[in-house]
């Protein structure tokens, strides 16, 4: 089952322009992590954001966490060309194994 | 440099076939998991393992079978390939509590059966 949902599904921007994913999510969380993936590769793992955070930064990404509203954002500054990719959410429940992941924004930079 | 590695990139398989696809990590993880990828679908569990010779059903486990007779190898199995299990396999590893710290991915299997 799917819990975390990114919004929007496609997004396009010029370099050096922010992008900025959300992700929304039904139930209780431990943490909530982002992804990217390159086309046709595997998932690399971006930052991981736990329930008593609110933000947290890592080099140009800054994610968000709102535990109320069952959201967070991903936060992209000074978008580069590398940086086209597709970005997934994932969620990890306590007590759970395993992360439930979102079906991914794909983000489009062009030069 | 740690990682994930999944046997081939892209495999070719006739409808009927027996397919393995293997996945090994050099980063003593207990956890090993196994989805599939589809355009429009995300990625979809099909099953993982938190201990050797240990399994337990994800989201769409039919059609499919796993092995974990040693901690570094998870092998993913379809018994009797058909068309609609073209798809993109992904193979992830993680600590017990990965939830919490995270999954590596290997590079992905391209499947096509034709």
């Known amino acids: 089952s799917q819990q975390g949902e990114e919004d929007p599904q496609a997004l396009s921007i010029q370099e050096g322009e922010n992008a900025t994913m959300n992700c929304s999510y039904k139930t209780s969380i431990n943490n909530l992590q982002w992804y990217r993936q390159n086309s046709g590769r595997g998932l690399v793992h971006l930052i991981l954001?736990?329930?008593?955070?609110r933000e947290k930064h890592s080099g140009r990404l800054r994610v968000t966490l709102d535990t109320s509203k069952k959201s967070s954002s991903l936060l992209i500054t000074a978008s580069r060309a590398a940086d086209t990719a597709s970005y997934f959410c994932?969620?990890?429940?306590?007590?759970?194994?395993?992360?439930?992941f979102g079906q991914g924004t794909r983000l489009t930079i062009n030069p | 440099d740690v990682k994930v590695t999944q046997s081939s990139r892209y495999l070719v398989k006739r409808t009927g076939e027996k397919v393995f696809l293997e996945c090994v990590q050099d980063?003593?993880?207990?956890?090993m998991f196994w989805y599939r990828q589809d355009p429009g679908l995300g990625l979809r569990l099909i099953y993982f393992s938190y201990d050797v010779k240990m399994k337990e059903k994800g989201d769409i486990p039919e059609g499919y079978s796993v092995s974990r007779e040693k901690k570094e190898r998870f092998s993913l199995i379809l018994e009797s390939a058909s068309t609609n299990q073209t798809s993109m396999y992904l193979c992830a590893s993680s600590f017990p509590q990965g939830t919490r710290r995270g999954y590596t991915f290997g590079s992905g299997t391209r499947l096509t059966v034709v």
């Open positions: 994932a969620t990890g429940v306590q007590g759970a194994q395993k992360l439930v």
């Open positions: 954001i736990r329930s008593n955070e």
């Open positions: 980063m003593d993880h207990e956890n």
